[in-house]
């Protein structure tokens, strides 16, 4: 997504929160394969999708930088130590 690429993944675990439905490219159901391939079919044939979703998943990577991150798990890590240490 960093470099400007639309995704088609699956709709398990924490990919929602990267990859947006129809934002940054698509989401299917675990082992579905049909709709991946039509899902990916559609980025093809649409140059406006394609751009969109190109533009889309550049912006939404910036949220996942290393910058960004690990601040927030240094936070998670904080408040269990000190939840152990209570």
């Known amino acids: 997504m960093a470099c400007g690429l639309s995704v088609i993944s699956s709709?398990?675990?924490?990919l929602p929160e990267v990859n947006i439905?129809?934002?940054?490219?698509f989401l299917s159901?675990?082992?579905?394969?049909?709709?991946?391939?039509?899902?990916a079919l559609k980025i093809l044939e649409s140059t406006e999708t394609h751009?969109?979703?190109k533009q889309?998943?550049?912006k939404i990577a910036k949220n996942f930088e290393t910058r960004?991150?690990?601040p927030l798990y240094e936070e998670v890590y904080e408040k269990a130590l000190k939840g152990i240490s209570s």
Do not use: R
């Not at 709709?11 to 924490?14: C, E, I, K, L």
């Not at 439905?21 to 490219?25: A, F, H, M, P, Y």
């Not at 159901?29 to 899902?39: P, Q």
């Open 11 to 14: 709709n398990a675990g924490g």
């Open 29 to 39: 159901d675990i082992g579905d394969v049909d709709d991946m391939s039509k899902n």
């Open 56 to 58: 889309t998943a550049k």
């Open 21 to 25: 439905q129809g934002e940054s490219g």
């Open 68 to 70: 960004n991150i690990v």
């Open 51 to 53: 751009a969109k979703f």
